[in-house]
């Protein structure tokens, strides 16, 4: 481990993904009763979201995609002002203007959330180019899809952050799906991280359903993009649990890979580590789960008294 990095208490990170897990969970719930507008979730994505934010620090920045509650989470996002954009009230993060899919926060360091597959990729060299030219110390963290990576932006992005020699630290979350598109039918290859050698960047990837070797994968990678201000890539190996977004029958998803991958579940694989080698008790893992649920409570309570925004909001930091 880097030597400026604090050790993080286990049962930390293992409630950080409950937490992402019971507001997804609500979300999936809310959508079901039509009072939630549906979202993508990252059920199953949990560790991949919390190992690599762990590994930042407060001054990075993060660029992300439509599949962000757990990076927000992680990142401390407040529950109730998240779901409450989600619900479009005026309570929420960007005033309930943004929904899920455009949501920023900037005292966070959440440069932007896009639902254009490839835009987080775009903008990543902008954003860096900015923090290397006003001599800003964090460096930025894009997060994006196996999808996304079959997109020109990508490579158009690796490109010109291994010229520029930016500080980008490229998250690729490779879930398998695309949509209603297996990984398969659209790459030539299982692997992102293969294809950054022909950047010169360098790549790993990583089980992206183990929290410990995310967090660990993801503070390596970190430290070699701070003290070379150059790019590097990690590819979490992770699965998207449920539909593209809800609701979403996954009729088109193979039931045998479908089955594999939930018992790898990243929770159930952390927890039961803990459990195993006594840095948890099971009352404890009670109570961080009882925890969670009655912020999620809170959350959802907050949200639901929200006001909608006033009408006059409406073209209110916009661009005309
Ligand atoms: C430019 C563009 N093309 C297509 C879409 C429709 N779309 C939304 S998400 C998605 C799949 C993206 O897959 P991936 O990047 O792997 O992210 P994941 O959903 O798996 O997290 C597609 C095709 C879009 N939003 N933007
Ligand atoms: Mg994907």
Redesign the pocket.
Known sequence: MPLNQPEIDPPHLLEQMLLVRAYETAIVAGSATGKVPGT?TSIGQEASAVGVINALAASDLILT???SAGHLLARGADPGRLLAEVMGRSTGYCKGKSGSLHISVKELGVVLTS?????ELSLAPGVALAQDMLKQPGIVVCF??????C?GSFHESLNLAALWKLPILYVC?N?H???FVHRREAMCQAHVSTWAAGYGIGARTVDGNDVDAVLSAARAAVAEVRSSGRPSLLETWTY?SRG?FEPDDQSYVDPAEHAAWLARDPIDIYRQRLLADGRLTLPQAASLADKVDSQIAVAQAFADASPFPAAEELSRDVYA
Not at 144 to 149: E, K, Q, T
């Open positions: 993508c995609n439509h599949r639902t254009i597959v490839g835009a994006f899809g196996d999808g996304a990576a997109e979350e879930n799906w695309q949509a998207r593209h």
